[in-house]
Nanobody, 119 residues
């Protein structure tokens, strides 16, 4: 069984910063890609940022220059540093990991953490 546990969401004023963390645990043989999606009310879930085990990153255009994704492979943990937040960043943020467990490669999701940016 694999679990992804997120932390770090909350309420922040526009222009502020938050740091999200997501730790994967359980029967994990290897993790390829880790990252974050978000879903705002009434909108589809969208990719925010992703990072490979080698450190290659990918960002949504809307967050480039403001958000930074990083990971600690030894801890199976991914981070999302969010700076210069604006109300349009308000959403539930979901961590994901494409990993190999005891059987095959699977995509796992965290439970989601709320980020609210007030104007």
């Amino acid at each position: 069984q694999v679990q992804l546990v997120e932390s770090g969401g909350g309420l922040v004023q526009a222009g502020g910063s938050l740091r999200l963390s997501c730790a994967a645990s359980g029967s994990i043989l290897s993790i390829n890609v880790m990252g974050w999606h978000r879903q705002a009310p009434g909108k589809q879930r969208e990719l925010v940022a992703a990072i490979t085990s080698g450190g290659s990153t990918n960002y949504a255009d809307s967050v480039k220059g403001r958000f930074t994704i990083s990971r600690d492979n030894a801890k199976n943990t991914v981070y999302l540093q969010m700076n210069s937040l604006n109300p349009e960043d308000t959403a539930v943020y979901y961590c994901f990991a494409n990993l190999r467990d005891y059987s095959d490669y699977h995509k796992y999701w965290g439970q989601g953490t709320q980020v609210t940016v007030s104007s």
